[in-house]
Nanobody, 125 residues
Framework: QRQLVESGGRSVQDGDSLRLSCTASGISFGVYSLGWFRQVPGKERNFVAATSRRGDYTTYSDSVKGRFTISRDDTENTVYLQMNSLKPEDTAVYYC??????????????????WGQGTQVTVSS
């Protein structure tokens, strides 16, 4: 059973906006640090954004800073990624991740406890 499920990915045009969602079952997001990663075929999975367990601290990769916003709704057991001013370079499969003790990052990637299945985002010029 997948405990994290992403949704919201689709094909859009350069400059458009999208909001991705990731909803958990069987675990409570309220006690987890949460994050988003993305991956293109033949490349490594790269960090995008993260939010701390209490939701009071966020981090972003340089490539999305100022354009993307991560947020969480623990009542709904959901983490969001709001993506604005999308570029073709943002095209990728987007994954959410959760961990009890680690803030998601490129350094912690391989140790994170839970992952979703991914959702495809395609940005056309």
């Amino acid at each position: 059973q997948r405990q994290l499920v992403e949704s919201g990915g689709r094909s859009v045009q350069d400059g458009d906006s999208l909001r991705l969602s990731c909803t958990a079952s069987g675990i409570s997001f309220g006690v987890y640090s949460l994050g988003w990663f993305r991956q293109v075929p033949g490349k490594e999975r790269n960090f995008v954004a993260a939010t701390s367990r209490r939701g009071d601290y966020t981090t972003y990769s340089d490539s999305v800073k100022g354009r993307f916003t991560i947020s969480r709704d623990d009542t709904e057991n959901t983490v969001y990624l709001q993506m604005n001013s999308l570029k073709p370079e943002d095209t990728a499969v987007y994954y959410c991740a959760a961990d009890l003790i680690r803030m998601p990052s490129d350094e912690s990637r391989d140790s994170l406890q839970y992952w979703g299945q991914g959702t495809q985002v395609t940005v056309s010029s």
